[in-house]
């Protein structure tokens, strides 16, 4: 026998079928308790011809931005999805070709602009890597430091709205108040809030001031209890996981097949994160666990993000315990100005100073795509220089879009509420699908 | 649920634990292993193979890539399950050819692969799609449609993706399209007060990727075709 619970549970939607097809919502419950699978699909009539279009968004709050969703529905069910993006596009890759590698950072901030500071890192990354930099000590923990305070921030955003379109309001509050605390922190050390533009190449814009460490140190103890509290407040409610288990299952093989990244796809066994298998900035050299989800499902990825809250806190504790004295930027003139009181004061500085700005540094020819364990999945910037100041071509290897092209194949039987909650669980940012 | 096997990444035995690549050369360096298998199975297919800061490209024929891309999808020894991105560039230098760059990942041996294959200039932007191989590829190739003008053959729904259907000023990564547009303000603004956004609910434009065979001619070739402006 089952308990009442598992029944409930088991009613929401379960997706794909072992036969791969979306499948029905069973209208009573069968005797065997695993009603989903063995309900016949004659309990459901199918009404031919009389599907109904449903248009949501762009400018629904629970699409999270300007994406737009055709539906068709039989009754309630999905029979098919469509969506429609671009409603944000502003070409910021055919602006990048006319941009100098530094003047292409505060684009990055535009793209995922949850996750400011990480894309700005990842760009210097890629940038260095085509100049052939390599970054100082303190710069490397520093920018560790800087991923993960922005994959938290970006993954209590997704709590908190995901909360909001599922119907669970508080989490929403709580979430947003760590992330005041973050973006006061990112205030503090760049002197912006959202849009950072906190790296060059090279290096940071700024290090970070005295007594710096302590407000961190602060946030990390006042942190965790919060996300004890969103734990508590959700991961056994019987509300949230009849609203989220078993929703927009995606097999270990469909979400590699399907491109997905980050918590989407590890949510479906698939033990992949960049930081582990493509390191960069030393991330070997931490101490922390990848969550691995068994079920594939909304419930998982939620699972997934709130552990990789978790580790990304032990990486920060990691990396300020290690985090070394001496410079931030490199030592070389190609890329980096000169101080500002030196370039007033002193003509071969002025002029260092206008050269680097006015005509910018050049890398060699060449090309690299490095891609960063970002908080929506596998963030890469392609770049190809052909030795002038500016790139040929600046590609963004959007996460969020990559993993939004599965959602016609995750939603397709399940529910119009259920839709709402299956794109809410893959996290997208418009700014970084439309670009 | 379902009883799923988690897909351990660098799998394969004897794989040295990564770690984070410090003072690569601009030139030369380790060569992805593929390349040389990818030598050996298709000959003359695949062209040279670079490594440029570290990373691996190997150049193959336009039209071969879906057959090379399933090959190194499905074969054990390469096993790159993973598609990361396709996209084009096209260089100022105006007789450099359009290069095609697929970037691929094996999760299984931790290799990373770009392919490229150069489209001459004035030949036909053509190339197999990937999409039977990575379902993933389906956006990626729309964009890289929707922006460079490529066709992809074989993809199952090769309609604009970012920018709206009926937009008629070309193909906005191209170096030849400027970059406030081709059109004029003016010219921009009376197209978007002219549009019609409903037409974009109807039951026939949801079909189109079922029903492509059935629609009259000239739709077919507005739609496999694409715009022809600015080519």
């Known amino acids: 026998m089952t308990t009442k619970r598992t029944i409930e549970v088991e009613l929401s939607t379960s997706g794909l079928g072992h036969d791969g097809r979306p499948q029905r919502i069973p209208l009573v419950v069968g005797d065997s308790g695993g009603v989903a699978l063995q309900a016949p699909p004659a309990l459901e009539p199918d009404l031919e011809g009389e599907h109904m279009l449903i248009n949501i968004g762009p400018q629904h709050p629970a699409t999270h931005g300007v994406l737009r969703l055709v539906l068709e529905l039989d009754g309630e069910t999905v029979v098919r999805c469509i969506p429609h993006i671009g409603y944000l596009h502003c070409g910021f890759e055919k602006i990048g070709e006319y941009r100098q590698y530094n003047q292409i950072i505060p684009w990055t901030d535009r793209d995922d602009y949850l996750n400011c500071i990480g894309n700005n890192i990842a760009f210097s990354l890629g940038a260095e890597r085509l100049f052939g930099i390599e970054i100082t000590p303190r710069c490397t923990v520093l920018r560790v430091i800087g991923m993960e305070l922005s994959r938290i921030s970006s993954h209590l955003v997704?709590?908190?709205?995901?909360?909001?379109?599922?119907?669970?309001?508080?989490?929403?509050?709580?979430?947003?108040?760590?992330?005041?605390?973050?973006?006061?922190?990112?205030?503090?050390?760049?002197?912006?809030?959202l849009t950072t533009t906190a790296s060059r190449v090279g290096g940071m814009a700024a290090d970070i001031p005295d007594g710096w460490l302590d407000g961190l140190r602060g946030f990390l103890r006042s942190f965790p209890k919060t996300l004890d509290e969103c734990d508590r407040m959700l991961t056994r409610n019987a509300i949230w996981t009849g609203r989220t288990v078993g929703l927009g299952v995606m097999s270990p093989e469909e979400a590699l097949n399907y491109g997905l990244s980050g918590p989407m796809l590890r949510a479906s066994g698939v033990d992949y994160d960049v930081r582990k298998d493509f390191p960069y900035l030393d991330y070997e050299t931490y101490d922390f666990e990848v969550p691995v989800g068994v079920n594939g499902d909304v419930y998982d990825r939620y699972l997934v993000r709130m552990e990789e809250m978790r580790q990304s806190v032990r990486i920060i504790e990691q990396a300020m315990v290690r985090l070394p004295d001496g410079p931030v930027n490199v030592d070389d003139p190609r890329v980096i100005l000169p101080p500002k009181h030196k370039a007033t004061s002193e003509m071969e500085s002025m002029i260092h100073h206008f050269k680097n700005v006015m005509e910018g540094p050049r890398p060699p020819i060449g090309e690299t795509y490095v891609a960063v364990e970002a908080p929506k999945g596998e963030k890469g910037y392609y770049m190809v220089s052909d030795g002038t100041a500016k790139p040929v071509r600046w590609r963004i290897r959007p996460p969020s879009f990559v993993n939004l092209a599965a959602i016609p194949k995750m939603v397709e039987g399940h529910l119009l509420s259920d839709v709402i909650a299956i794109n809410a669980s893959i996290d997208i940012v418009m700014g970084e699908i439309d670009r | 649920?379902?009883?799923?096997?988690?897909?351990?990444?660098?799998?394969?035995?004897?794989?040295?634990?990564?770690?984070?690549?410090?003072?690569?050369?601009?030139?030369?360096?380790?060569?992805?292993?593929?390349?040389?298998?990818?030598?050996?199975q298709f000959g003359a297919a695949i062209?040279?193979?670079?490594?440029?800061?570290?990373?691996?490209?190997?150049?193959?024929?336009?039209?071969?890539?879906?057959?090379?891309?399933?090959?190194?999808?499905?074969?054990?020894?390469?096993?790159?399950?993973?598609?990361?991105?396709?996209?084009?560039?096209?260089?100022?230098?105006?007789?450099?050819?359009?290069?095609?760059?697929?970037?691929?990942?094996?999760?299984?041996?931790?290799?990373?692969?770009?392919?490229?294959?150069?489209?001459?200039?004035?030949?036909?932007l053509e190339v197999p799609s990937v999409w039977p191989v990575y379902k993933g590829a389906d956006w990626l190739e729309r964009e890289c449609f929707d922006m460079f003008g490529i066709k992809f053959t074989g993809h199952p729904d090769l309609r604009r993706i970012l920018l709206w259907e009926q937009y008629a000023e070309g193909f906005p990564l191209r170096k030849d399209f400027p970059l406030r547009g081709r059109f004029s303000r003016a010219e921009q603004l009376r197209q978007a007060l002219a549009a019609n956004p409903e037409a974009r609910y109807s039951m026939e434009e949801l079909s189109i990727a079922d029903a492509f065979a059935e629609l009259p001619l000239d739709m077919r070739a507005r739609i496999k075709g694409g715009e022809t402006t600015g080519e």
């Open chain 1, 158 to 193: 997704w709590m908190g709205t995901t909360g909001i379109d599922i119907g669970a309001f508080t989490p929403f509050l709580w979430s947003f108040q760590e992330r005041e605390n973050i973006y006061n922190l990112l205030e503090g050390w760049v002197g912006a809030r």
């Open chain 2, 1 to 40: 649920m379902t009883d799923f096997v988690v897909i351990e990444a660098g799998s394969a035995p004897g794989l040295p634990a990564p770690v984070t690549p410090k003072n690569v050369p601009h030139r030369g360096g380790e060569v992805n292993p593929s390349a040389e298998a990818l030598k050996a």
């Open chain 2, 47 to 124: 062209g040279r193979a670079d490594v440029v800061w570290g990373e691996t490209s190997v150049f193959i024929e336009a039209a071969r890539a879906l057959e090379i891309v399933r090959w190194l999808h499905d074969d054990p020894s390469q096993s790159y399950e993973y598609l990361s991105d396709v996209t084009a560039v096209e260089f100022r230098d105006r007789g450099q050819p359009i290069e095609m760059i697929w970037h691929l990942r094996s999760i299984k041996y931790r290799r990373f692969l770009r392919l490229k294959a150069q489209i001459a200039k004035g030949a036909p």
